[in-house]
């Protein structure tokens, strides 16, 4: 009769991680383990099937064909494990999760951290590991349960889904507003205007009906929380989205600046990993971020 391979659950959990991170320092960081652990679990396994179950592509750990079939079976198993042993729980001893998420700075500064109290009072077993992303461009996508990133994730076995559209409004602090003699659409080629690389001030001045030029001097931003946090600082007047700054705008701390807007031209989306072992908590933060995005 031939023996059956029983490898051990951690080293299987390691393998899961390892191949979903594309990173054994990853995967020792979400697990809490040294970085030789999980190259020693991973090696078991490989010795035990007689296989080699990554390959490294510049800094990625690749799993190979035969890994990825493997731990897509894994993953379901390892999520009915995870819930049978929470059902087992006593009700008295609640379980928490860790959601890792990678956000927009601008949407992390602008909207999300704002909201985060809000988001434990109603969740409370939930605790969230954010982490900021400033590139166009997303990461991986298994770098994270959570992605709320420009792009939509087209790899098979995610989900991913548009949050909101946006348009951009021009503002300024209050302050910068009293030092400039309230300075409106009609004053702001005498006013310093802030730049951002990815969007021109021509396009705003056409939409207001202004023949103004491109400005050629004052600081440029390559990332919109910089450039809101210039905008409140009241280093000049910033061409923002309209929902981001809503909350500035309700508090005082930044006007705006006439009634020309022009559309946004980035889309955020929401993007997780189908079949997550934390798809329970992924699913309850969605339908809490998707009921608050839309309010007024």
Same mark, same amino acid.
């Given at each position: 009769?031939?023996?059956?391979?029983?490898?051990?659950? !951690?080293?299987?959990?390691?393998?899961?991680?390892?191949?979903?991170?594309?990173?054994?320092?990853?995967?020792?960081?979400?697990?809490?383990?040294?970085?030789?652990?999980?190259? #020693?679990?991973?090696?078991?396994?490989? !010795?035990?099937?007689?296989?080699?179950?990554?390959?490294?592509?510049?800094?990625?750990?690749?799993? @190979?064909?035969?890994?990825?079939?493997?731990?897509?079976?894994?993953?379901?198993?390892?999520?009915?494990?995870?819930?049978?042993?929470?059902?087992?729980?006593?009700?008295?001893?609640?379980?928490?999760?860790?959601?890792?998420?990678?956000?927009?700075?601008?949407?992390?500064?602008?909207?999300?951290?704002?909201?985060?109290?809000?988001?434990?009072?109603?969740?409370?077993?939930?605790?969230?590991?954010?982490?900021?992303?400033?590139?166009?461009?997303?990461?991986?996508?298994?770098?994270?349960?959570?992605?709320?990133?420009?792009?939509?994730?087209?790899?098979?076995?995610?989900?991913?889904?548009?949050?909101?559209?946006?348009?951009?409004?021009?503002?300024?602090?209050?302050?910068?507003?009293?030092? #400039?003699?309230?300075?409106?659409?009609? !004053?702001?080629?005498?006013?310093?205007?802030?730049?951002?690389? !990815?969007?021109?001030?021509?396009?705003?001045?056409?939409?207001?009906?202004?023949?103004?030029?491109?400005?050629?001097?004052?600081?440029?931003?390559?990332?919109?929380?910089?450039?809101?946090?210039?905008?409140?600082?009241?280093?000049?007047?910033?061409?923002?989205?309209?929902?981001?700054?809503?909350?500035?705008?309700?508090?005082?701390?930044?006007?705006?600046?006439?009634?020309? #807007?022009?559309?946004?031209?980035?889309?955020?989306?929401? @993007?997780?990993?189908?079949?997550?072992?934390?798809?329970?908590?992924?699913?309850?933060?969605?339908?809490?971020?998707? #009921?608050?995005?839309?309010?007024?």
């Amino acid at each position: 009769m031939i023996s059956k391979i029983r490898p051990n659950l !951690t080293a299987l959990r390691a393998l899961e991680v390892a191949a979903r991170r594309r990173s054994f320092t990853s995967a020792a960081d979400e697990l809490c383990v040294t970085h030789s652990a999980i190259s #020693h679990q991973i090696r078991q396994l490989e !010795t035990l099937l007689g296989m080699v179950l990554f390959s490294r592509v510049g800094q990625e750990m690749r799993p @190979t064909p035969v890994c990825v079939r493997l731990t897509a079976r894994l993953r379901q198993s390892l999520a009915d494990i995870d819930l049978a042993l929470d059902e087992a729980r006593s009700d008295s001893i609640p379980s928490r999760q860790r959601l890792q998420l990678s956000v927009m700075g601008d949407f992390a500064n602008a909207w999300l951290i704002p909201r985060l109290e809000d988001f434990s009072q109603a969740h409370s077993d939930i605790d969230l590991s954010l982490k900021v992303h400033t590139e166009l461009n997303p990461p991986d996508p298994n770098s994270a349960d959570i992605g709320i990133w420009h792009r939509r994730i087209e790899e098979g076995g995610f989900r991913s889904i548009r949050l909101l559209q946006d348009r951009v409004i021009a503002v300024c602090s209050a302050g910068f507003q009293a030092r #400039h003699s309230l300075v409106s659409l009609d !004053t702001l080629a005498s006013v310093p205007l802030l730049r951002f690389e !990815t969007r021109s001030w021509n396009e705003f001045f056409q939409a207001a009906g202004l023949k103004h030029g491109e400005p050629q001097h004052g600081p440029t931003f390559s990332d919109t929380a910089s450039l809101l946090n210039a905008a409140l600082a009241g280093q000049g007047v910033a061409m923002l989205r309209e929902r981001l700054v809503r909350p500035y705008l309700r508090s005082g701390a930044l006007v705006k600046v006439g009634d020309t #807007h022009i559309q946004a031209n980035l889309d955020y989306y929401m @993007t997780w990993r189908e079949e997550s072992p934390r798809e329970g908590a992924i699913l309850r933060f969605a339908e809490w971020l998707r #009921h608050h995005i839309d309010e007024p």
